[in-house]
């Protein structure tokens, strides 16, 4: 394999940037902007390992770009059609993730049921001693009726979870999945009138963002919980918070939001909400498998080998081998 010039554009994950080096020639810059580049790297860039947004502009601007290793599952920080377009591969790092935040997503629900964190805050503060029981939870998993919006990779890692905790399973997806015994609703609207408790973990587009609308909320009912694991984008925090305050559904529990990192202060104040820092993924485990897939997928390619997970938009250029 010759040696070949890969562009980090911004943060990377510390075991991608190691082993990259031991292979390729890598440029690292700041954030993905061309002005950053002069002409003689402009040329010899071939590959991008990337966590973060890659502009149209970027990589029109790069001749010779072949692939874009991204790392995570959603890689809605790149226009892959634009890509595909331009004969770019964009790979992403799916499957080994999907049971990490299947995991954290159990946690998760729980947490925002059972109070988990403000019973062990109301310990650690030692109003347990002081004041007696923390208060009995309004909330519990028993007989939940549990209707999940994306039915892929993760979304199947949460439904087998969950078959382990008695409850009822639906969900949602375009099109019906022949491989599974889940009810299956044809619309969101339908999943949230059938049941209490949405699980969002579609991918952000244009059919998902804000699909879980003030309607949506409203039919899952004042005992309703609305979980998010996939992308903040998928609901409008405005009406997120709206319902909440007005008693539309029960509770919450977050951990993406529609523009991160930041978060809006209002939903610190509803005790009925449990919020992470997007970190469903985020285990040293976990993450080093992400990791060693960015690099084994421009490995592969740069070997002549196809990629290993590229993308559905940009799967057809793949090399025959
Ligand atoms: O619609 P289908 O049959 O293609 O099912 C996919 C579903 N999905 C949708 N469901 C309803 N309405 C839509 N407009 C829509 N678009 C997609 O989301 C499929 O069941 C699921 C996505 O599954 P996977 O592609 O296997 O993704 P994975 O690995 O489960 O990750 C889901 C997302 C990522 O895209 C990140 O945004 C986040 O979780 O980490």
């Known amino acids: 394999m010759s040696k070949r010039t890969i562009l980090i554009p911004g943060n990377i994950h510390q075991r991608i940037l190691a082993r990259l080096t031991d292979i390729f020639t890598v440029i690292r810059i700041s954030t993905a902007d061309i002005a950053l580049l002069n002409d003689q790297l402009v040329n010899e860039i071939s590959g991008i390992a990337s966590m973060g947004v890659i502009p149209n502009s970027l990589i029109a601007r790069l001749p010779n770009l072949e692939i874009i290793a991204h790392f995570g599952v959603g890689y809605d920080v790149i226009d892959a059609n634009y890509a595909a377009r331009q004969g770019v591969i964009v790979s992403n790092t799916p499957d080994v993730l999907s049971e990490e935040v299947a995991d954290t997503t159990v946690g998760l629900l729980l947490n925002t049921l059972r109070e988990l964190p403000q019973a062990e805050n109301y310990l650690r503060q030692g109003r347990w001693a002081k004041e007696g029981n923390y208060p009995l939870t309004k909330l519990t998993l028993r007989g939940r009726k549990i209707g ?83 992308r903040g984008t ?42 992470l820092p997007h970190v469903a993924s985020a285990s040293i485990h976990t993450r080093d498998l992400m990791a060693d897939l960015v690099v084994d997928n421009l490995i592969n390619w740069f070997d002549g080998k196809p990629a290993l997970t590229p993308v559905i938009e940009t799967i057809n250029l793949q090399r025959s081998i």
């Open 148 to 230: 999940i919006y994306g039915l892929g990779r993760i979304g199947l890692e949460i439904a087998k979870r969950l078959e382990a905790f008695g409850v009822c399973i639906e969900y949602h997806t375009r099109s019906k999945k022949v491989d599974v015994s889940y009810g299956y609703r044809s619309s969101l609207l339908e999943l949230a009138q059938q049941n209490d408790t949405l699980i969002a973990i579609v991918p952000s587009n244009a059919a998902t963002d804000h699909s879980v609308t003030s309607e949506v909320l409203s039919a899952l009912g004042p005992q309703g919980v609305f979980i998010n694991v996939g």
């Open 234 to 275: 998928v609901i409008d925090e405005n009406v997120l918070i709206h319902a909440l305050e007005n008693g539309v559904i029960a509770g919450a529990g977050l951990d993406v939001f529609e523009v991160e990192p930041s978060t809006p202060t209002r939903l610190f104040d509803f005790p009925n909400v449990s919020l």
